[in-house]
């Protein structure tokens, strides 16, 4: 029961990594807000609202609070990452600016509509999903998705260091390539590039979506009390590999 009696609102709550933290923060006892654009039905309070758009965000956090009384964790997971954004040569404006509004805006806003209901809390814990492609470069490239997760990580590192004396950790979760339904369409579609992606992790599969749960529930609990402005990594030791086993 590490999140007893706090309320949690996570954001991409329909997708993979949201649904599964959906079901392990309400196992650890929050009460849990799941917010996606699509209709769905995750969490103690369902809602459908476009993060990349400021009112709904206001709203969305002033609903949480009026239902539920108080607004404890912001898991700010929301984002795309499509096909159509690949090398900067050939990845076009509209697209860029289309996974730059969902994958860093969103989490802005979030972060702007959201830290003042914690700073009223008292206390909190935000975590914004980034990716471990802020750390370092693929020649695979997804040039507009990369640019956002490193968007994600500098701005995490500055709220976590802002606020750090009024009670609110901000921290970046920085996951590696995740088995995930968005994951396996994109390999489904070029085999090839799921093959040079698969030789570079150590561990010889992909991460499973409650692995990244279970990470966002420790930094959410009061266990990760001193742990801030970080880059949190759940890559399977993606990251830290020269070469891999054969």
């Not at 009384?69 to 159509?84: K, M, Q, S, T």
């Not at 020649?139 to 507009?144: K, W």
Request: proline share 4%; glycine share 10%; charged share 20%.
């Amino acid at each position: 029961m590490r999140l007893e009696d706090k309320v949690c609102v996570i954001t991409g709550a329909a997708g993979g990594i949201g649904s599964a933290s959906v079901a392990v923060f309400e196992r650890e006892g929050a009460r849990v807000v799941g917010v996606d654009v699509l209709e769905h039905g995750q969490g103690t309070l369902s809602l459908q609202a476009d993060v990349t758009d400021e009112e709904a965000v206001r709203s969305m956090y002033a609903r949480a609070r009026e239902e539920l009384g108080r607004i404890d964790v912001l898991f700010n997971n929301a984002g795309i990452g499509p096909p159509e954004d690949a090398s900067v040569l050939d990845t076009s404006l509209e697209v860029w600016e289309r996974v730059q509004a969902t994958n860093l805006r969103s989490v802005f806003l979030c972060c702007k509509h959201g830290i003042p209901h914690l700073l009223d809390s008292g206390a909190g814990a935000v975590i914004n999903t980034a990716s471990f492609v802020a750390l370092m470069g693929a020649a695979t490239s997804q040039i507009s998705y990369t640019a956002t997760k490193g968007g994600v990580l500098a701005l995490s590192r500055e709220l976590g260091v802002e606020f750090a004396k009024r009670g609110v950790r901000v921290n970046a979760l920085c996951p590696g390539p995740v088995d995930t339904p968005l994951l396996r369409e994109m390999f489904a579609k070029d085999p090839e590039q799921a093959a040079r992606r698969m030789v570079h992790v150590p561990m010889g599969r992909f991460g499973r979506a409650e692995e990244i749960a279970h990470a966002a529930l420790f930094l959410a609990s009061d266990e990760a009390s001193f742990v801030n402005a970080t880059a949190f990594v759940v890559d399977g030791g993606i990251s830290g590999a020269y070469t891999t086993p054969i």
